[in-house]
Each structure stands twice: as C-alpha cells, then as structure tokens.
C-alpha cells in the first residue's frame, strides 16, 4: 500500500506565522523554515517576540481562523484521499492545526503542541513529540512494508523527502532549491499530482 506524506503550511496552507505578521505589522515573524533550518532556534525567537510584543495564543487564533487553503488544495488533497492514504506530517501545533484540519476536510495531521498559560494565554514554550519526526514518520511507515511519496517545501521536509520512496518539493525557495538539487520542483497542484501518480506507478502502487 501506499502512502502520501504532506507538509502543511507552504503546501496546502498559507503560512501561520506570516499571516501573524502581516495582521500585527511585526515583520520579524515573517520568518519561516524556509529560511532557518534550526527548528529550536526559530521557536526561541518566534516566542521572544511573541513575549516582548504582549501577542497572545487568542490573537495568534483569530488569525488563523480567517486563513484559507491555497488555491486548489482541497480539490488536490480530496483527488489524493480518493486513491490513496494520505498523512500530513507538519511542524505546527495541534492548536494552530485545528481549524485548518476543518477547512481541508478532516485529514489525519500529525504535529507538535504548544504551552500556553490558561490565565494569560501567553505561548509559553512547545512540545516537540518527536526531534525530525517527519522523518521519523516516513522511517515507520516504511519500516510497516508501506510505500511513501512525500511533498514539501521546506528545510524541515527535505529528511522526510530523503526517507520516502519518491519525493517532490513544491513552490520551495531558492536557497532551498539550490541546497538539495536532487528533489524534483513543482509549481502548482496538477504538476504535484501527476508526478505523484507516475512515482506511485514506477513503484507498482
């Protein structure tokens, strides 16, 4: 059997933290996995602002709550779920994937949680359920005798990527393009699908 692994925010979902800055004219959250591969360093400094700038987990929500898929995301995932299993692998919070799970129908995420203070709702620190658990995922899956086909466009993803079967980054920044030329770069849907299709077919899925 197969299995399509996904990355979240950047694929299927704007970005969180970017939307966060564009609603809060905070322009140092604007940083992302696509520029900082240390996943530790980037919390640390997403939360010193978050701290420093009095942002609560409630304004960081109603955020969230008013972000779309991307254009032709639903319509993908749904043709995806139509023939295979289908698992996002994202390095978001279980409380910022909520109401995205909603809007994309209800795929199984696995993700990370955050601590926030019920008094103050200040984000407190995180919880990490696995170091590289993408790849971690990818590893088990496979380690199950399933097949894995994976798409992201992140530093994060690219161990992921490594341990699947086949995998694809899509719309990934050029710094990232350039670090990892072996992955093939997608642009839209229709082009994620159909080298997902021809991989699967080359592995007998």
Known sequence: MLVVCLDLEGVLM????INVA???????LRRTTRDEPDYDKLMRYRLDILD????TMDDISSVIEKMEPLEGAVDFLNQLRSKWQVIILSDTFAQFAEPMMEKLGRPTILCHTLEVDEESRRVTGWAIRMEDQ??????ALRGLNFN?????DSYNDTSMLAASNAGFLINPPSNVVDEFPQYPVVTDFEQLLTHIEAAAS????
Request: without cysteine; aromatic residues 4%; charged residues 35%.
């Open 14 to 17: 704007p970005e969180v933290w």
């Open 22 to 28: 564009e609603r809060t004219g905070i322009e140092e």
């Open 52 to 55: 420093s700038k009095g942002i």
């Open 134 to 139: 993408k790849r971690h995922t990818v590893e």
């Open 148 to 152: 894995v086909i994976s798409a992201g």
């Open 202 to 205: 080359a592995i007998g899925e």
